[in-house]
């Protein structure tokens, strides 16, 4: 279903305050931190880069897990940080040392807002059609559109961090839709959970352009400087929203609105068939690389949405 989705307003006054204050509340990871830092400096190799995610055990384990997975398909073994980077890439292994660090850092948020087990299925789920997507269109590196549809509601969690009683009013209206949470959150705090997603992610040092990605993942034609990289986690999300495993809420939607100029800025001829190509590709890799980056809830149960 296509409609014409409004575009985000710019924020002003209070709302940018705000969200700028926000954005900065969560800090990045300290290992990340250096990393950014390090691929910012002349010194920067891929053992340098190795050498400082090998201290942290548990982040070196998910990483060298994820590149040795079929999300990648090497056929050799990559048994070090070092050769991990060497071989996907400082940017990369940056991108996903965030991603998986960030799935971290939130993994001890409270069920009564949200099924956090459901919350982090569909960033999977999103960022792996997002990933697939990228590839057919020849978009470069599209492992960060998976760095992208994973991390693409982050801003929600800082919400129901910093305003769990508004969250709660915003999530009873949407009643599991994501178009409609986005509208409610417009105008219950004049800039939405994709906005602060995209403020939090520049401040975690992530690429302009998929921070740009994120914050417009509901209104892709606003994307300034990624407008294909928003259209792309714009049809992931509607596409994840479908599926059983992949949905937003516990029960999949019937209907998912679209921006009507999505598959266009796309490219991909037959929305359709794509469609269905691209959900059975996220259904192939699913479960291995959920099992990978997210990290198992002590608790799971009692979520709301």
């Known amino acids: 279903m296509s409609a014409n989705l409004a575009a985000p307003p710019p924020t002003d006054g209070l709302s940018a305050r705000e969200l700028d204050t926000l954005s900065v509340l969560v800090s990045p990871p300290h290992i990340c931190v250096r990393i950014t830092e390090l691929l910012g400096s002349p010194r920067s190799n891929a ?3 190795g050498e400082v995610i090998a201290q942290d ?8 897990r994820l590149v040795n997975s079929s999300f990648y398909g090497y056929r050799s073994r990559i048994d070090t940080v070092s050769r991990a980077v060497a071989v996907v890439g400082n940017t990369a292994v940056h991108n996903l040392a965030i991603a998986v ?3 971290k850092s939130f993994s001890d948020i409270p069920n009564d807002l949200v099924n956090m087990d459901t919350f982090w299925r569909h960033g999977v789920y999103c960022g792996l059609i997002a990933r697939a997507c990228g590839q057919r269109v020849g978009v470069l590196h599209p492992e960060r559109l998976f760095v992208g549809g994973l991390l693409h509601d982050l801003g929600s969690l800082v919400l129901y961090q910093t305003r769990p009683d508004a969250c709660r009013e915003t999530l009873l209206i949407a009643a599991g839709d994501e178009a409609v949470l986005y ?10 959970h994709a906005e602060l997603g995209g403020k939090l992610m520049t401040h975690w040092g992530l690429p302009e352009a998929l921070s740009d990605a994120v914050a417009c993942h509901h209104a892709p034609s606003a994307a300034r400087l990624a407008p294909l990289e928003a259209a792309i986690l714009h049809v992931a999300e509607a596409l994840a929203n479908r599926s059983r ?15 009507e100029t999505a598959w266009g800025t796309i490219g991909l001829p037959d929305p359709e068939t794509a469609s269905e190509e691209l959900i059975l590709e996220a259904d192939r890799h699913f479960l291995e690389t959920v099992s990978l980056v997210c990290p198992p809830r002590r608790a799971a149960a009692g979520g709301r949405r």
């Open 47 to 49: 053992r340098a880069v």
């Open 245 to 259: 495993i992949g949905a937003f809420t516990e029960h999949p939607a019937e209907q998912t609105a679209l921006e």
């Open 183 to 192: 509208q409610a959150e417009l105008e219950a705090f004049g800039f939405s």
């Open 57 to 64: 055990p548990s982040l070196t384990a998910r990483l060298l």
């Open 101 to 103: 660090s960030a799935v």
